[in-house]
């Protein structure tokens, strides 16, 4: 399982359109890219700013079809001007899963 984790932050004052833009994201990955086995999205409650996902693949051509796919390109159309700096990523092979 390829995944990917990312760190995003929300520009003060637009925590709720960055959050909606999220799990509009993580609605069309549901219903589009079988080779997603997880779409995880957090809040940090004590900094609403700051939104982490999770996401897991199938491998690595599925992660890049994600990354350069309508959910992805959507999100950032949608909600790319709202966030405060560049996302923090970081991807991995998983090697254990309860």
Not at 46 to 74: I, L, Q, V
Request: aromatic fraction near 10%.
């Amino acid at each position: 399982m390829h995944t990917l984790t990312a760190i995003l932050r929300a520009k003060p004052g637009h925590e709720a359109e960055v959050r909606a833009a999220l799990e509009r994201c993580g609605t069309w990955v549901r219903a589009h890219e079988p080779e997603t086995h997880g779409f995880f999205l957090a809040q940090d409650p004590d900094d609403p700013c700051r939104f982490t996902t999770y996401e897991r693949f199938t491998d690595r051509a599925a992660m890049d079809r994600h990354n350069n796919g309508t959910g992805s390109k959507t999100f950032f159309a949608e909600a790319g001007h709202l966030l405060d700096g560049d996302a923090v990523v970081a991807t991995a092979q998983e090697f254990f899963a309860r």
